[in-house]
């Protein structure tokens, strides 16, 4: 980092000014630390949806909105999606280093030997209603891991925290086939660990008694390759969420079950499920025009699912790398979606509107990442928790990093006060 320099900050109300520190990151653009701002003059600041504000320092992941620029650790997403695996991209975001290939080894076998669930989660489970939503039972199930996992949880100690870590990551696939089986009503399966990361996951989402499993490899190297592009970004919706919950000291898989449960809404993981259910509701090319028109009309309550981001005002390049995949993935697989060609008709009108370009809204990750989720045969409702076992992994690299903080501060935001001013009670008679 380079050297800080100070703000002067005048408050011609009061005659008060303040010199506020310039905080230098390793790239992008300098932040002011306001911290000295109430004591020195009385003002909070107010930033709806932190639309301006960084929340905390971080060495994890860059992304530069303007170019187009996502970084895990300093390496470009487009080479970690060409070279690397989801696994190495996991140490890569835990450590910080790409793993040698002991490293890498030791690692996935450490992984690998934490997939199992205790027995008793099943009993916990089945208590769900068979139609619940996936995201439900895995917000509550993950949650339930700090209860199995309670008892010599010192969270002072980098290798406990480390342990809390490896289990989430090996856990979550298992969980979250574990709810697929039961909404669907098949038997669980159990994990196998002679296979690899993502090949364990799709036995034990699809895997059935009565006959073995053939995996196709390009559904195995497409789903790891979305997992890649969805492992980390820095401080959005969850991982701000895991963190905020992290900074009170709760128990990690409190943490990542707000996490869970922040990715859920439409607005953020949710979008890859509503993106597929707009495509559906859209139905055919002919008909894009009148949901463009829609999307415009700020009356009907109706958004471009898949459009926009909060950072990304030029390309998002997770969606650049998928759109090229979903075409490879479909002529492989000898898919012929008609899904896709409304896709593309949507994206085309929508790029070529004013609305959306003057306004910067580009197709995001999750406009092409459902197409490809129907093609591999994960269905629907499973989108966000393929999105979640992926970010599981950027959620506990953000934890551990917070966790080893010496300076640490509780996540505790103030607020504009708008409601009544002081008044005196009055006895219910008299109301
Ligand atoms: N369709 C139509 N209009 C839109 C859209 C959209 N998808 N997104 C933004 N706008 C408009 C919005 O109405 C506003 O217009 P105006 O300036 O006239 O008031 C302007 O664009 C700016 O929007 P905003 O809501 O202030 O932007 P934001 O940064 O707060 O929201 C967003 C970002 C991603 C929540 C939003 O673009 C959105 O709702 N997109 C659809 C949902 C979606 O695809 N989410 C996935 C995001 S990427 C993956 C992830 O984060 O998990």
């Given at each position: ?111 690998a030997h934490h997939t199992m669930m205790h027995e008793?989660f ?45 289990r989430?990551?090996a856990k979550?696939?298992t969980i ?14 159990y994990p196998?660990n ?238």
């Amino acid at each position: 980092m380079s050297e800080a320099q100070n703000v002067l900050l005048s408050d011609p109300a009061s005659g008060k000014s303040v010199e506020l520190p310039l905080i230098h990151g390793s790239v992008g653009p300098a932040c002011i630390d306001i911290a000295a701002l109430p004591k020195a003059t009385g003002h909070f600041t107010y930033d709806q949806g932190f639309i301006a504000t960084a929340s905390c320092k971080s060495a994890i992941t860059y992304i530069d909105g303007d170019a187009g620029v996502l970084m895990y650790r300093g390496y470009p997403i487009e080479q970690l999606a060409q070279h690397s695996n989801f696994l190495e991209v996991a140490y890569l975001l835990m450590n910080g280093e790409l793993p040698n290939a002991a490293q890498f080894a030791a690692f996935d076998h450490e992984v690998a030997h934490h997939t199992m669930m205790h027995e008793a989660f099943r009993t916990f489970l089945f208590g769900f209603r068979h139609d619940a939503h996936p995201m439900a039972m895995l917000t509550g199930m993950i949650g339930s891991l700090a209860a199995f996992y309670h008892h010599g949880l010192d969270l002072e100690d980098p290798d406990m925290r480390r342990l809390a870590a490896i289990r989430l990551i090996a856990k979550v696939p298992t969980i979250a086939a574990a709810c697929y089986r039961y909404s669907i009503g098949w038997p669980l399966r159990y994990p196998r660990n002679n296979l690899e990361y993502v090949d364990r996951f799709l036995h034990m989402m699809f895997e059935v008694p009565s006959e073995p499993l053939q995996l196709n490899p390009v559904v195995a190297k497409a789903l790891d390759l979305l997992f890649i592009l969805h492992a980390d970004h820095e401080q959005n919706a969850s991982t701000s969420t895991v963190r905020l919950v992290g900074s009170t000291g709760a128990n990690p898989y409190a943490c990542v079950a707000a996490g869970v449960a922040a990715l859920w809404g439409p607005a953020h993981g949710g979008a890859n499920e509503a993106v597929l259910r707009m495509l559906a509701e859209i139905g055919r090319p002919q008909d894009v025009g009148k949901a463009v028109e829609r999307a415009k009309d700020k009356n009907s309550g109706f958004r471009l699912m898949g459009f926009g981001h909060r950072v990304y005002k030029n390309f998002d390049p997770r969606a650049t790398i998928i759109r090229q995949m979903t075409h490879k993935v479909l002529a492989e697989l000898g898919v012929n979606d008609p899904m896709l060609e409304v896709a593309l008709k949507l994206e085309e009108a929508a790029l070529k509107d004013e609305y959306f370009v003057s306004r910067k809204l580009y197709p995001n990750v999750d406009f092409y990442s459902g197409i490809i989720y129907k093609a591999l045969g994960i269905p629907t409702e499973m989108f966000t928790v393929m999105f979640a076992i992926a970010r599981t992994v950027g959620w506990v690299s953000h934890w551990l990093e917070q966790s080893a903080e010496h300076d640490s501060k509780i996540g505790r935001p103030r607020q504009v006060y708008v409601g009544a001013t002081k008044r005196d009670f009055t006895p219910i008679a008299s109301r």
